[in-house]
Nanobody
């Protein structure tokens, strides 16, 4: 499965962005999906996850209440709505999918996109 992220960019603190993840292939609708991010000099960290059906979601404490993960299996797409952005949200954001259990562990995701840069700065 191939994943392509889009929607990143430069935004002022307090602003919003909506990231999208477009999946090719026929497996997306049966895979759990996650969003991760990596800032310069830091390890990749979990942001949010959604189950294959969309019925379960989970967020990192740092984004809870500000970010919303969603998916549209009919369109093979996933989204991450990011509101009230902070400078510390600056990172490359990656979407990933896994046929395995619903998880926040990056090592359990099998497919990754190339990433999209999000920069929060005034």
């Amino acid at each position: 499965e191939q994943l392509v992220e889009s929607g990143g960019g430069l935004v002022q603190p307090g602003g919003s962005l909506r990231l999208s993840c477009a999946a090719s292939g026929r497996t997306f609708s049966s895979y759990n999906m996650g969003w991760f991010r990596q800032a310069p000099g830091k390890e990749r960290e979990f942001v949010a996850a959604i189950s294959w059906s969309g019925g379960l979601t989970f967020y990192a404490d740092s984004v809870k209440g500000r970010f919303t993960i969603s998916r549209d299996n009919a369109k093979n797409t996933g989204n991450l709505q990011m509101n009230s952005l902070k400078p510390e949200d600056t990172a490359v954001y990656y979407c990933a999918t896994t046929p395995r259990r619903f998880t926040r562990v990056a090592g359990e995701y099998d497919y990754w996109g190339q990433g999209t840069q999000v920069t929060v700065s005034s």
